[in-house]
Structures are given as structure tokens and as C-alpha cells.
């Protein structure tokens, strides 16, 4: 019995305390203490599971959380819909879904098919081509598929891509390359990671002094960021640290 008393004080603290801060009437400060279990299971069904599925992070957090207990779910749900409508949209959704799981083979084969017709030249089904071939390590194959990209879409821009063009460079060996395209990243790259990666190949290089100076670029940047931006970037903030402290 104690436990269970403690156990609803505490439901009903909970309860209180997202009453308070979500602006609810406070009549239901009745129903949530005098109710006890049945007052908190009321407020959680009518007023915190509604907020849950409109928050963005709490979708997130859910969608999370199914792909850990079955992590197919999603993929045996996306062949159904193939298998419904065989369209360019489903199959692009199922070969994303391949990556999300590690099965980048599976992913290319889809996306090759999708390069018919109308897509043949697509620049958003060539740009998941290749990093498809970049997961595998098939470094040559996603300098093809991104030159043939860049030459059937002149217009196209896509960070991810350059960010991709010099990794697969770097990766065939050709540093002097990858260093140009990375240097073009450097002021136009929404993040740290094409510096850090930059700085890196610099290590690579011997260049010990211009790698130094670009990762101390790259943390004062970052200090004067707002928090969020931190936040989403604290790889590369730890990886720039650790090669300074090296």
C-alpha cells in the first residue's frame, strides 16, 4: 500500500506540474488529487497524450523507439505500398529505408530502377545513388554518378553532394582535389563537419599548422553560435577538440 501511495503522489506531482506549465484550468487540480489513479489516468488520456502527438520531438522519440523493438516495421510497411502503387515516390521511400537499415546494396539496385524516363536525370535520385555507392565503399562509382549528376543538372546545388564529391576524392586518393573541394566548402558548408574533415586530410598531408589554424577558425565560430546549433554539431565540435589536444 505504501508503494502504491507513493507511486500516485508522485503521478499526481507530474500531473500538476504539466498543468501549471501547459496554462490548464486549474479545476483540475480537483480531479487530479481527489481522483488519485483514476484522476491522473483521466489527465493523461485527455490532456498529455494529445500533446504528445502533436509535439514534433515526442514523434521523433516515438518513431525511435518503434524502430528499436522492430526495426522492419517501416520497410514491411513501405513494400506494401509498393506493392499497391508501383511508383517513383514509393520505391524512393523504400530505398531510403534500405539505407536507414545498413543495406546500401539493396537501396543502389532500387535506385538504378528509378532512373528511367522521365527521372533518367533526376538530380535528387543521382544524389542517393551516390551515397549509396559511398556507403559500400565504391568510391569510383560515386565520382561517376556525381559527375554525371553535375552534367546533366548544371543548376543543381546541393551541400550534401559537394560535401560527398570530396570524401569520395579524398577516398580515391586524389587529396589535392578533395583539398580544393573542401576549401570551397569551408564558407558555405551549413556545419562543421567539411572543415573538420578538411583539417583532417591536412593532418594527412603533413600540413599540421593550416589544419591547427582551420580547427581554431572552426571553434570560434562555434562559441559565438546559438545553443542549437551546438547542439547539432557536437561531433564535430569533439572531433575538432580532441585533434587539438593531439
Known amino acids: 500500500m505504501t508503494h502504491l501511495f507513493g507511486l500516485s503522489v508522485l503521478l499526481q506531482f507530474l500531473c500538476l506540474v504539466h498543468m501549471v506549465r501547459s496554462g490548464r484550468p486549474y479545476w483540475w487540480t480537483w480531479i487530479i488529487v481527489v481522483g488519485s489513479f483514476l484522476g491522473v489516468g483521466v489527465y493523461l488520456l485527455t490532456q498529455v497524450l494529445p500533446d504528445l502527438q502533436q509535439n514534433p520531438h515526442a514523434r ?7 524502430r528499436r523493438l522492430d526495426p522492419t516495421r517501416e520497410l514491411r510497411r513501405l ?3 509498393l506493392a499497391r502503387a508501383d ?5 524512393l521511400q523504400l530505398a531510403g529505408e534500405f539505407s536507414q537499415l545498413g543495406e546500401h546494396a539493396e537501396a543502389e539496385g532500387i535506385l538504378r530502377e528509378c532512373l528511367k524516363g522521365l527521372h533518367a536525370s533526376d538530380a535528387d535520385i543521382l544524389l542517393a545513388l551516390a551515397q549509396a ?5 565504391k568510391a ?3 565520382v561517376a554518378t556525381l559527375n554525371a549528376l553535375k552534367a546533366a543538372n548544371p543548376d543543381f546545388r546541393s551541400a550534401d553532394g559537394h560535401l560527398l564529391y570530396a570524401r569520395a576524392l579524398e577516398a580515391l586518393d586524389r587529396a589535392q ?3 580544393a573541394e573542401y576549401a570551397v566548402l569551408d564558407d558555405s558548408y551549413p556545419g562543421e563537419e567539411a572543415r573538420v574533415r578538411m583539417a583532417e586530410l591536412l593532418c594527412k598531408l603533413g600540413r599540421d599548422e593550416q589544419a591547427r589554424a582551420l580547427l581554431e ?3 570560434a565560430r562555434v562559441r559565438i553560435a546559438p545553443p542549437y546549433y551546438r547542439k547539432a554539431q557536437r561531433e564535430w565540435i569533439a572531433r575538432a ?6
Open 79 to 81: 513494400r506494401d505500398e
Open 217 to 219: 577558425k572552426a571553434l
Open 60 to 66: 521523433r522519440a516515438a518513431r525511435g523507439l518503434h
Open 87 to 91: 511508383t517513383v515516390q514509393n520505391r
Open 241 to 246: 577538440q580532441r585533434m587539438l589536444k593531439g
Open 140 to 142: 569510383e562509382a560515386t
Open 177 to 179: 582535389d578533395a583539398l
Open 133 to 137: 555507392q559511398f556507403a559500400q565503399g
